[in-house]
């Protein structure tokens, strides 16, 4: 299926994009933690919509 030297290209492949990942996110939220801070309040909202949405959904198709 896979030679061997294509499971170990995908492995260092996988592995090294992570790091570069965890490290770039790192490096954004010591620089921007104040200007997300009200995300939460967003992500709330959204969450309530979509409920109201499903709620809705089910009450109109009884």
Do not use: E, H, P
């Amino acid at each position: 299926m896979f030679s061997t030297g294509q499971i170990i290209f995908a492995i260092l492949f996988f592995v090294s994009f992570l790091l570069l990942v965890i490290i770039s996110y790192n490096k954004d939220l010591k620089r921007l933690k104040g200007i997300y801070s009200d995300v939460k309040w967003v992500f709330f909202g959204f969450i309530l919509f979509v409920s109201l949405l499903v709620i809705l959904k089910r009450i109109s198709v009884s």
